[in-house]
C-alpha cells in the first residue's frame, strides 16, 4: 500500500473536485461537503470518463407516486448513459454489486492523500 | 484526452446526430413564405411529449467551441469519428427528425426540404466521412416522393428518414408512393424513433401514454413491431421487392418472437394475405436491418449471444452509436463475444453493401 499525495486542501474547495493521475490511473478527487473522496475516473458500464458527468441530487426511497429529492451533491452521474454513483462509496445507484473502484482519502495538516494497493482493497471504503 | 482505445476495425456508423448551432441554420435553405415566418417566431417543432432525467446528449461532448453538443462538424471528426476508426458516419438529423408529427403537412415539407439542402452543403463537403439521411415529411406522400426525386442523385444521400411515431402503421398503402420512389433510387428507407407520441402521432404504445421517459423508451421497440408486421403482411416487399427497411435504434432481441409469432399465424390465416409468396420471416430477413444501439445487455452476456441465433443477425445487423446523445454504444465497448468475421460484417460490411458505400 502507498499513499500519494495529489493535492492541498485549498486546492480542492467545498462542491469541486480535481483529476489527479496515479500510476496510470485517472482518478477524481471530490469534497462533498467539507469530506475527501476518491473515485475512478472509469465508468463501469461502457468506460465513459465519469468524473466529465454531473454532481447531483437523486430521489430517494420513496412511497409510490412520491418524489423525495436528496443527497444533494453527493452523487455523480456518468455522462453517458446516466448512471448514478455514490460518490462516498463508488456504488452505483441500482445494485450493490457495481460499482466505480474508489480509494481511501488521507487527510493531513492540509494535505491530501490517495491510498492505493492496500492489501485486499476494499473497494468503496470510505475515507478515513 | 481520450482513454486508450483497444485496436479497432472499422467501423461504419449508421447513426451519429448532427444538430443545428442554432435555429437560425435552416433560415438561408428555407423557402418563403416559412422562411419569413421562422426568422420571426423560429422553428418549432413537434417532440416527444417525454423529458428525460438524464436530457438527451451526452455530457461530454461539448464542443469547446461553445456550439451546442453535436453541431460543430470539426469537433465531431475530432471527438470521435477518427479516434474511434470511424470510416463513415451517417448522419441523421437530431431536432427535425420528428418533423411527421407536425399538423401543418406544407410546413413540415418545407422543413425537411431546407434540411435536406442544409446538410448536403454544410455537413457533407467537411469531410468525405460523412454521408447521410434525407428527410421527407410522411403528412403527405407526394410531396415526400418529389423532396426524394430532388435529393436521392446526390452521391452522399444513403437512405430516405423517416420517424417512428405515426398516425398509421408503415405498411399502410397511403405510402406506398414513398417506397415506390426509394426503390426507384435504391434508398433504404430509416425509420428511426424520437417523437412516438408527440404531436399529431398515434399515442406511443398500444394502451396509450406511459407516464415518464424511461417507459416511453422502454416500450419504443413496440412500435416498430407494428410497423414491421405492417409492412410485411401488406405486401409492401411483393410490391416492391427492391425496398429496404432499416430500423434504427429500436431494439433488437424482439425480433425472433415476434417472427415466430408471425409465421405461426400465417400458417392459418395465409388466406388474408394471399399476396405473401413466402413465410414472413423470409421477407424480414430479405428486406429488413436493424442497428445494434441501444443493444440489449442481459446480466448474462451469452443469453445475447442465443438471441443472435435466433434469427440472422450477422446479416442484419448494423452497428450504430447514435452519438452524441445519452445512450451511446461505444464500439470498442460492445459485441466484443462475437467472432471476428461476424463482427466486421455488423460492424461495417453490411453497411457498406446494403447502402453502396
Ligand atoms: S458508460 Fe457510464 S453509464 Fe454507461
Not at chain 2, 236 to 252: R, S, W
Not at chain 2, 268 to 280: I, N
Amino acid at each position: 500500500m502507498a499513499v500519494y499525495p495529489v493535492a492541498r486542501t485549498e486546492e480542492i474547495p467545498e462542491g469541486t473536485f480535481k483529476i489527479v493521475q496515479i500510476e496510470g490511473r485517472s482518478i477524481g478527487v471530490y469534497n462533498v461537503k467539507g469530506e475527501y473522496y476518491a473515485i475512478n475516473n472509469y465508468c463501469p458500464h461502457q468506460g465513459a470518463e465519469l468524473c466529465k458527468g454531473p454532481v447531483c441530487g437523486t430521489t430517494l426511497e420513496s412511497q409510490v407516486y412520491e418524489f423525495i429529492y436528496g443527497r444533494d451533491r453527493e452523487i455523480l452521474r456518468c455522462p453517458w448513459h446516466g448512471w448514478e454513483f455514490d460518490i462516498k462509496t463508488g456504488k452505483s445507484l441500482f445494485s450493490d454489486k457495481v460499482r466505480a473502484r474508489s480509494y481511501p482519502v488521507i487527510e493531513e495538516d492540509g494535505q491530501i492523500g490517495i491510498v492505493i494497493g492496500q492489501p485486499k482493497q476494499r473497494e468503496g471504503t470510505e475515507g478515513c | 484526452m481520450l482513454k486508450d482505445k483497444q485496436e479497432t476495425m472499422p467501423v461504419i456508423d449508421c447513426d451519429v446526430h448532427n444538430q443545428f448551432r442554432g435555429g437560425g441554420d435552416l433560415l438561408p435553405y428555407l423557402d418563403e413564405p416559412w422562411r419569413s415566418q421562422a426568422a420571426r417566431f423560429g422553428v418549432p417543432s413537434a417532440g416527444a411529449p417525454y423529458a428525460s432525467p438524464v436530457g438527451n446528449k451526452r455530457k461530454d461532448a461539448d464542443p469547446p467551441s461553445g456550439l451546442p453538443v453535436g453541431s460543430d462538424p470539426a469537433f465531431m471528426l475530432e471527438h470521435y469519428v477518427n479516434p474511434f476508426n470511424v470510416e463513415y458516419a451517417l448522419l441523421c438529423s437530431d431536432s427535425i427528425i420528428g418533423i411527421s408529427g407536425f399538423a401543418d403537412p406544407d410546413y413540415a415539407a418545407a422543413i425537411c426540404r431546407a434540411y435536406n439542402d442544409y446538410v448536403i452543403a454544410e455537413w457533407f463537403p467537411v469531410s468525405s466521412k460523412f454521408k447521410g439521411y434525407m428527410c421527407v415529411a410522411m403528412q403527405d406522400p407526394a410531396q415526400a416522393v418529389r423532396e426524394i426525386e430532388r435529393i436521392a442523385p446526390h452521391p452522399d444521400i444513403v437512405a430516405v428518414c423517416v420517424i417512428g411515431g405515426s398516425r398509421m402503421p408503415y405498411g399502410d398503402r397511403y405510402f406506398h408512393p414513398i417506397y415506390e420512389a426509394c426503390q426507384r433510387h435504391q434508398l433504404p428507407l430509416l425509420i428511426h424513433p424520437g417523437a412516438e407520441g408527440g404531436g399529431i402521432f398515434n399515442p406511443p404504445t398500444a394502451v396509450g401514454y406511459v407516464s415518464n421517459y424511461l417507459q416511453w423508451h422502454t416500450c419504443l421497440p413496440q412500435t416498430y413491431m407494428a410497423h414491421l408486421v405492417s409492412l410485411v403482411c401488406e405486401g409492401v416487399f411483393e410490391k416492391y421487392p427492391e425496398f429496404k427497411v432499416v430500423l434504427c435504434e429500436g431494439g433488437v432481441t424482439w425480433l425472433p418472437p415476434l417472427l415466430w409469432r408471425l409465421d405461426k399465424n400465417f400458417k392459418a390465416l395465409r388466406s388474408s394475405a394471399p399476396w405473401l409468396k413466402r413465410m414472413p420471416s423470409e421477407y424480414v430477413r430479405d428486406h429488413c436491418f436493424m442497428t445494434t444501439q441501444p443493444i440489449e445487455e442481459p446480466n448474462n452476456l451469452k443469453h445475447l449471444d442465443m438471441m443472435f441465433e435466433m434469427f440472422d443477425a450477422e446479416n442484419m445487423l448494423l452497428f450504430s452509436s447514435d452519438y452524441p446523445h445519452w445512450d451511446f454504444d461505444d464500439p470498442t465497448q460492445i459485441l466484443r463475444r462475437l467472432p471476428e468475421e461476424k463482427k466486421r460484417k455488423i460492424f461495417s460490411e453490411n453497411a457498406r453493401k446494403l447502402f453502396r458505400l
